[in-house]
């Protein structure tokens, strides 16, 4: 099959950037810590101000998961982009993630009533989740990129 050259890197975000075990169990455990460390905050928060029992339940949880999925694919596969503006390969993946993110609360919205809130936390949510995760993935690739300066200067 013959593919257009201005195609060639978008196919599959690379394929020849292959899953291995340790990417993979680097995103499992990214996801683990994350979800437990969403979950613990949420749960002191409600016992802070007198909630004992979580008022939504267990689909709560399976949201959570759900969209903490959606949201730590989008920021592996972005990380793999051929965008050389490192803040353009974020929004490319924030843009059609959050609007996963939105369309996943909307199809919840039929399987229960949403909050009157419920977009507006999912936006706050999401966003601070995946401005944190470029964050921290700025400052590593530029601790690799000076590192691998000082590598070349020696």
């Known amino acids: ?3 257009a050259e ?3 890197p978008f196919v599959l975000f690379r394929l020849e950037k292959k899953m291995n075990k340790k990417k ?3 995103i499992v455990s990214i996801y683990s810590i994350i979800y437990t460390a969403i979950t613990l905050l949420s749960s002191v ?4 101000n007198g909630i004992y029992e979580d008022p939504s339940g267990n689909w709560h949880e399976l949201d959570r998961a759900i969209i903490l999925l959606i949201g ?3 920021f592996e596969l972005c ?3 051929p965008v050389k503006p490192l803040a353009l390969r974020y929004l490319i993946a924030y843009i059609p993630s959050l609007m996963l993110a939105f369309a996943y609360v909307w199809f919840s919205g039929l399987r229960e009533p949403l909050a009157k809130t419920a977009y507006r936390d999912i936006w706050i949510n999401f966003t601070s989740l995946f401005v944190l995760l ?3 993935n700025t400052v590593i690739y530029v601790f690799k990129k000076k590192r691998g300066q000082k590598g070349e200067r020696q």
Do not use: H, K, Q
């Open 24 to 26: 993979l169990i680097r």
């Open 45 to 48: 928060l409600y016992l802070c």
């Open 72 to 74: 730590i694919a989008a």
């Open 79 to 81: 990380t793999n982009l």
């Open 6 to 8: 201005w195609l060639r």
């Open 134 to 136: 470029c964050i921290i």
């Open 1 to 3: 099959m013959v593919m």
